[in-house]
């Protein structure tokens, strides 16, 4: 086939605007885009309306739109430097780019309209190309970091190849005779078209590496973020799985409570190791946390290694981990916090020692909130000078802010009613006026007669147990991507990136019971690759595998209704799920599919039926109501297929039942 200009245009612009499509999709996949994505995204554009523009020089009416072609290339070279340097977390010397461009659209322009000179212009436009390419080049081997650094070294190939190509044709048209015409300039003009669809290639495959090579490279580093967190807390952190109790993962803090080491009790489970003092207390905790999905702050007598028994507030939340439900949970000792409101009972000197002691605030007031002793460690709590003295006549609400006033009072009128009152936080205020957590329990001093004379108030600043908590939630996020990125995994074939036969069986089986009831029309389409042995034994079966990824991606391309689902069936089969679709929709599709994969003009000298690779199909429509099983429905289809092949390959053999 002979190469002509118009055919060299029509397939750079192409080949452009599917590398646009692949820098499009790669943007939107990004959660939070990369700096640089965008300007990559742009100069394509400009690159691909560049091409487009070209041939119009020759249209009377649109000829200023090919005035405009070659700055648009020079332009669209210029965003992606720009972009390189943008997602290199760099900046750009603006005004020293656009100056650079306003000079080269003077120069350009002059030998237009001035002096129409083609090869004078021809110098102008490659020289702009080849040194744009080399700065590009020179900022991607300068990039040190090893997060893109790798494929930065790639990238800058393709770019080095382009800039040499560049130069070597300034220094030929320098040295050659002026040209009044383009086509002139004979083989170098259409190497000039073939390189950039080399070379474009290549830079896109490295710019998409560059991202998910530092995609993956931070990925890793969240993840072991997310691992120093859980192993950093004091309190005790464990990963079990629900039904079993088995352990997954436990940090330092659980070693330093229950006194067991970690390899003690990984792939062991809690009845085992006796971290609970009484099992029902377990099988109570895990029936709610079933039910609720989350418990906080509730507290239960645990026993550590040597048997000795403490109490411990539990906070868990339920997660799956590829798709078996476990609990994170965290318990922090409270044996002492719960001797010191029981010893608050005894005497009000026990208080007062206690008090002095405790590295909680411990407040005792009166029923009316107004305070009458409070434990020193409020004075640091709160910020008050250590000479401070003047708490007592203070009201207990004055150390919280103003918001949570009237939620504090009714917690305290719910006390009176209930007996007792579970751990409440609170935004405490500081003597400053600065903010911050605090958990109150709180409970009554009665008289013998078991009337309240006195509210005692324990307060905890747990500041440090909200980061927790919030780094807990950050492992858990972290721990459902992992879950989905593994589910996505087992649906999909590794080779040709579409739905493996897992996936096909149960989308074929959800749609056939579907259109069951609505009584549609469910169509199928199985292609086989013909003499594909004899491909992968001329080609070997690298080239094999690339033909299928090539395949695969055709498929893709021709099918594009989100109902519809193409799936590598096995080998080198291929099938296509047309849901709501009659035997005439579907022998359209499988038409074009035929046509899209001989357009593809993939060499098969050894084939029996074409001297490049060709696919024979078998196409059956039904109607699911009149089917016994899918089963049936892909029977039929590798039957249809067979009778392809029989006929000749190369072909399409269709079954209609949908009107049996």
């Known amino acids: 086939m002979q190469l002509d200009t118009k055919t060299l245009i029509f397939i750079l612009s192409l080949i452009l605007i599917t590398q646009v499509i692949a820098l499009f999709i790669q943007y939107q996949l990004e959660n939070k885009p990369y700096r640089g994505i965008g300007w990559w995204l742009s100069g394509a554009c400009l690159m691909v309306l560049g091409v487009l523009f070209m041939p119009l020089v020759n249209v009377e009416s649109l000829r200023f739109l090919a005035m405009v072609a070659n700055p648009f290339m020079v332009l669209g070279q210029v965003f992606f ?28 322009y002059y030998f237009i309209f001035i002096d129409n000179d083609i090869s004078s212009r021809t110098i102008v436009i490659n020289s702009a190309l080849a040194l744009i390419s080399f700065l590009t080049l020179l900022k991607l081997i300068s990039e040190k970091d090893q997060a893109k650094f790798n494929a930065a070294k790639f990238t800058a190939v393709a770019f080095l190849v382009y800039g040499i190509f560049l130069t070597v044709r300034v220094i030929y048209t320098v040295r050659a005779p002026s040209v009044q015409t383009y086509i002139e300039q004979g083989m170098l003009l259409k190497a000039s078209f073939i390189i950039p669809v080399i070379t474009s290639n290549l830079w896109t495959f490295g710019l998409v590496l560059m991202i998910n090579q530092r995609l993956n490279i931070e990925n890793l580093l969240e993840k072991e973020k997310m691992r120093l967190i859980f192993n950093t807390g004091p309190d005790a952190a464990m990963i079990t799985r629900l039904h079993d109790g088995a352990f997954v993962d436990v940090n330092g803090g659980f070693s330093t409570i229950f006194g067991y080491t970690r390899e003690e009790v990984l792939q062991d489970h809690t009845a085992k190791i006796c971290v609970w003092n009484q099992n029902d207390d377990r099988q109570q905790f895990i029936i709610k946390l079933k039910e609720q999905g989350i418990c906080e702050n509730m507290e239960y007598l645990f026993k550590d290694k040597k048997g000795q028994q403490f109490y411990g507030i539990i906070s868990a939340r339920k997660i799956l981990i590829q798709g078996v439900p476990h609990s994170i949970s965290v318990i922090r000792d409270i044996t002492k916090r719960r001797e010191v409101e029981q010893a608050l009972m005894e005497s009000e000197e026990q208080y007062r020692s206690i008090l002095n002691a405790s590295p909680d605030d411990i407040t005792i007031t009166d029923l009316e909130g107004y305070i009458l002793m409070i434990s020193p460690a409020a004075k640091q709590m709160f910020g008050y000078e250590e000479s401070f003295n003047q708490f007592v006549g203070m009201h207990i609400l004055d150390f919280i802010v103003p918001e949570d006033v009237e939620r504090a009072k009714a917690n305290i009128q719910k006390m009176y009613h209930d007996g ?24 009554f001093v009665r008289n013998p007669n078991g009337e309240p004379i006195r509210m005692v108030f324990i307060v905890r600043d747990i500041t440090e147990r909200k980061i927790a908590d919030q780094q807990i939630q950050a492992l858990v996020q972290q721990l459902e991507i ?69 395949i695969g991606d055709t498929l893709r391309a021709i099918v594009g209704r989100t109902t519809d689902t193409v799936a590598r069936f096995g080998g080198e089969e291929f099938i296509v799920i047309l849901p709501e679709t009659d035997a005439h929709g579907a022998i359209n599709v499988a038409e074009r599919i035929r046509s899209g994969v001989e357009s593809l003009k993939i060499n098969h000298s050894a084939s029996d039926t074409a001297p490049y690779v060709t696919v024979s199909l078998g196409v059956v429509s039904v109607n699911p109501s009149n089917v016994i099983s899918p089963k049936h429905i892909v029977e039929t289809a590798d039957k249809a297929l067979y009778a392809a092949k029989n006929n000749g390959r190369n072909r399409m053999e269709v079954i209609d039942e949908s009107n049996t």
């Open 81 to 108: 430097y720009i972009g390189i340097v943008r997602f290199f977390n760099q900046k750009e010397n603006r005004y020293l780019l656009g100056t650079s461009y306003v000079v080269f659209l003077l120069i350009y």
């Open 482 to 550: 992992e879950k989905n990125t593994a589910q996505l995994h087992a649906m999909t074939d590794s080779l040709t990136g579409l739905s493996n036969r897992r996936y096909f069986d149960l989308v074929l089986k959800t749609e056939f019971y579907r259109l069951r009831r609505s009584k549609m029309a469910l169509s199928l389409i199985m292609l086989d690759i013909d003499h594909f042995k004899k491909f992968n034994d001329t080609y070997g079966h690298l080239n094999g595998d690339e033909c299928l990824k090539k």
């Open 420 to 443: 007792a009152s579970r751990p409440n936080e609170y935004h405490g205020v500081r003597q400053d006026g600065s903010t911050f957590d605090i958990e109150v329990n709180s409970g």
